[in-house]
């Protein structure tokens, strides 16, 4: 040993344990241990270490695994590998977890484990489906998924591709009570551990179909709720109700979203549990967001935020943080609203929850945009967007491009930021036609659509014009989406103003002011201002938008009006 250690063959670890140092040299003795003595010696190593860590044997996982399959028990390194993917899931360590689960599975496919059951093969598909999720694979996520619903015979619908989204309204409308005859021939009392992996396995689907495939989200949420009716199961209930109350909000339909939200409540409360709570109360807050009652939906997020924190679910706490900045946003809080989207995209990063990570990155880049950091803005959106792309999103990464075009275009790159819109809306409009997903980018469109015609002249001006007026008619701006209604009735103003129809610019102008003023949408009743006043020559006008630009910190706007000479110096000054 003496003689080794001098010469650098090995080194000394301390515990009389010694390392071999050169790879080469440890492969070569390595291969000349016979085979039975090679396993014998991975079996007693396996030994040593479960012996030295009885009570956390989680932390010596992964060095378990490779002893144990060194010694070809197949069995046990399954059953450490996704130990030591529950540790890693336990620390947010959603990538790593991924990866010993594939390994895990693939292990179980190789190889025929004696005692292996089905149900464990359940739990493994289904774990490993949750944390693609976690990580942005949502193709990966969704085969996983797949295969587990086959092993436990949740036989899928076959998609229909002529109007996917029609179903889908049709069946959300018949869920919950009436729909389908529910997974069971006939109702249970409690809720058996096969009960709870299939609601597990459904809830996983929806979130994995969500913006892919629209008519199988719905059954998978419908086939969930009657699962919760029949089972007692509230986790299953809160989660369908609200992911179908969601649903309807955004499809403008109140009265069915309301009854969705109320049975949430209902089974959260049944339940005393704090976390369906928080979950109750994150679908409330959408309502309360479609419906235009913005008040009541900051005080359930903020409410929802508190339950979520306090039992330590932090992508449910990301989840509403994104929300509240996002109200906060519309409502002119510009300053509050960029603290809310960097803690929960930190947060979101640091537990590795991809998805709300990029959610929060979009509301961020949007806030220094309108705060004067252009090129931080249009950074953030084109990371959000391309990792969002990537995980195959339609949904996210359509309006994701749709406003990394829009800041391409205000500053500077026309023609990049031309073309991620038109891609955007090609896309929205071919798998969104008819719901609100559209609302938001064809208002990105209308706008620089009308910005370009005062930078062009002649045929193209026109050109510009009548496109804004196509764009328009699909929009309808007095029913469309509640969250860019402001905006859509203000472009609507300034279309017709372009048009030389000064009348109906005033009354759309006047709407576009009555709503934000109901809403309390102070930064889109002040770009209203803005578009009125310099239209009509009203300096009082500009000028009360300045003073409200200045307050909220909108410098971007607030510069450009200064360059115009629209305004002097300082907009409170001059009021």
Same mark, same amino acid.
């Given at each position: 040993?003496?003689?080794?250690?001098? $010469?650098?063959?090995?080194?000394?670890?301390?515990?009389?344990?010694?390392?071999?140092?050169?790879?080469?040299?440890?492969?070569?003795?390595?291969?000349?241990?016979?085979?039975?003595?090679?396993?014998?010696?991975?079996?007693?190593?396996?030994?040593?270490?479960?012996?030295?860590?009885?009570?956390?044997?989680?932390?010596?996982?992964?060095?378990?695994?490779?002893?144990?399959?060194?010694?070809?028990?197949?069995?046990?390194?399954?059953?450490?590998?996704?130990?030591?993917?529950?540790?890693?899931?336990?620390?947010?360590?959603?990538?790593?977890?991924?990866?010993?689960?594939?390994?895990?599975?693939?292990?179980?496919?190789?190889?025929? %484990?004696?005692? =292996?059951?089905?149900?464990?093969? %359940?739990?493994?598909?289904?774990?490993?489906?949750?944390?693609?999720?976690?990580?942005?694979?949502?193709?990966?996520?969704?085969?996983?998924?797949?295969?587990?619903?086959?092993?436990?015979?949740? *036989?899928?619908?076959?998609?229909?591709?002529?109007?996917?989204?029609?179903?889908?309204?049709?069946?959300?409308?018949?869920?919950?009570?009436?729909?389908?005859?529910?997974?069971?021939?006939?109702?249970?009392?409690?809720?058996?551990?096969?009960?709870?992996?299939?609601?597990?396995?459904?809830?996983?689907?929806?979130?994995?179909?969500?913006?892919?495939?629209?008519?199988?989200?719905? =059954?998978?949420?419908?086939?969930?709720?009657?699962?919760?009716?029949?089972?007692?199961?509230?986790?299953?209930?809160?989660?369908?109700?609200?992911?179908?109350?969601?649903?309807?909000?955004?499809?403008?339909?109140? $009265?069915?979203?309301?009854?969705?939200?109320?049975?949430?409540?209902?089974?959260?409360?049944?339940?005393?549990?704090?976390?369906?709570?928080?979950?109750?109360?994150?679908?409330?807050?959408?309502?309360?967001?479609?419906?235009?009652?913005?008040?009541?939906?900051?005080?359930?997020? *903020?409410?929802?935020?508190?339950?979520?924190?306090?039992?330590? *679910?932090?992508?449910? &706490?990301?989840?509403?943080?994104?929300?509240?900045?996002?109200?906060?946003?519309?409502?002119?809080?510009?300053? *509050?609203?960029?603290?809310?989207?960097?803690?929960?995209?930190?947060?979101?990063?640091?537990?590795?929850?991809?998805?709300?990570?990029?959610?929060?990155?979009?509301?961020?880049?949007?806030?220094?945009?309108?705060?004067?950091?252009?090129?931080?803005?249009?950074?953030?959106?084109?990371?959000?967007?391309?990792?969002?792309?990537?995980? %195959?999103?339609?949904?996210?990464?359509?309006?994701?491009?749709?406003?990394?075009?829009?800041?391409?275009?205000?500053?500077?790159?026309?023609?990049?930021?031309?073309?991620?819109?038109?891609?955007?809306?090609?896309?929205?409009?071919?798998?969104?036609?008819?719901?609100?997903?559209?609302?938001?980018?064809?208002?990105?469109?209308?706008?620089?659509?009308?910005?370009?015609?005062?930078?062009?002249?002649?045929?193209?001006?026109?050109?510009?014009?009548?496109?804004?007026?196509?764009?328009?008619?699909?929009?309808?701006?007095?029913?469309?989406?509640?969250?860019?209604?402001?905006?859509?009735?203000?472009?609507?103003?300034? =279309?017709?103003?372009?048009? $030389?129809?000064?009348?109906?610019?005033?009354?759309? &102008?006047?709407?576009?002011?009555?709503?934000?003023?109901?809403?309390?949408?102070?930064?889109?009743?002040?770009?209203?201002?803005?578009?009125?006043?310099?239209?009509?020559?009203?300096?009082?006008?500009?000028?009360?938008?300045?003073?409200?630009?200045?307050?909220?910190?909108?410098?971007?706007?607030?510069?450009?009006?200064?360059?115009?000479?629209?305004?002097?110096?300082?907009?409170?000054?001059?009021?």
């Amino acid at each position: 040993l003496n003689t080794c250690k001098k $010469q650098g063959l090995l080194v000394d670890h301390g515990s009389s344990f010694y390392r071999i140092e050169h790879e080469s040299m440890r492969a070569a003795i390595y291969e000349n241990i016979p085979v039975q003595r090679r396993r014998a010696l991975h079996v007693a190593t396996a030994r040593g270490l479960e012996h030295s860590h009885r009570g956390e044997l989680h932390t010596v996982a992964v060095a378990l695994t490779h002893h144990l399959a060194r010694a070809g028990d197949w069995r046990r390194t399954v059953i450490y590998l996704v130990s030591a993917a529950d540790e890693a899931i336990e620390w947010g360590a959603w990538s790593e977890a991924a990866e010993l689960l594939q390994r895990a599975d693939e292990v179980r496919r190789d190889v025929q %484990i004696a005692g =292996w059951t089905e149900r464990r093969s %359940i739990e493994l598909q289904r774990k490993l489906g949750e944390t693609r999720l976690r990580t942005g694979d949502s193709s990966g996520a969704t085969a996983a998924l797949e295969q587990c619903a086959g092993l436990l015979t949740l *036989e899928l619908p076959e998609e229909d591709d002529d109007s996917p989204l029609e179903r889908t309204t049709r069946v959300l409308r018949r869920s919950g009570h009436r729909l389908l005859s529910g997974l069971f021939s006939k109702p249970v009392t409690s809720p058996t551990p096969l009960h709870l992996e299939k609601a597990r396995v459904l809830a996983a689907l929806a979130v994995a179909y969500h913006g892919t495939s629209p008519y199988r989200r719905a =059954w998978c949420l419908a086939r969930l709720a009657a699962h919760g009716e029949q089972s007692g199961d509230n986790n299953a209930i809160v989660t369908a109700e609200t992911s179908i109350g969601v649903e309807e909000s955004f499809a403008q339909n109140p $009265q069915n979203a309301g009854a969705h939200h109320g049975r949430a409540r209902t089974g959260a409360t049944r339940s005393e549990s704090e976390l369906l709570l928080a979950r109750a109360d994150l679908g409330a807050a959408w309502h309360d967001y479609t419906t235009g009652d913005w008040p009541a939906s900051m005080a359930y997020c *903020e409410r929802g935020s508190e339950r979520a924190w306090r039992m330590g *679910e932090l992508a449910l &706490w990301c989840r509403i943080q994104v929300l509240l900045g996002g109200l906060m946003f519309l409502r002119g809080q510009l300053r *509050e609203s960029l603290d809310a989207f960097r803690l929960a995209t930190r947060t979101a990063e640091a537990s590795g929850e991809v998805a709300i990570a990029n959610a929060g990155a979009r509301g961020k880049g949007m806030a220094l945009l309108c705060m004067g950091d252009a090129r931080g803005g249009v950074a953030y959106l084109q990371r959000a967007y391309e990792r969002t792309h990537r995980a %195959i999103r339609r949904d996210k990464s359509a309006g994701l491009r749709a406003d990394l075009g829009y800041a391409q275009f205000t500053t500077g790159d026309v023609k990049i930021g031309l073309d991620n819109l038109q891609a955007a809306y090609d896309e929205v409009d071919s798998h969104h036609r008819g719901t609100p997903l559209r609302d938001p980018i064809l208002v990105r469109m209308i706008e620089v659509q009308l910005a370009h015609a005062q930078n062009v002249e002649g045929k193209l001006k026109d050109q510009c014009i009548a496109r804004a007026g196509a764009l328009l008619d699909a929009l309808s701006p007095m029913n469309c989406f509640i969250g860019v209604r402001v905006a859509a009735q203000r472009l609507e103003g300034d =279309w017709h103003w372009a048009r $030389q129809r000064q009348d109906e610019a005033t009354a759309s &102008w006047k709407a576009s002011m009555r709503t934000a003023h109901r809403l309390g949408a102070r930064y889109e009743q002040a770009r209203t201002q803005i578009s009125a006043g310099l239209a009509l020559s009203n300096h009082t006008s500009v000028t009360a938008a300045a003073t409200t630009l200045e307050q909220i910190g909108a410098l971007t706007l607030l510069g450009q009006l200064r360059r115009s000479g629209a305004i002097g110096g300082r907009a409170s000054d001059e009021a």
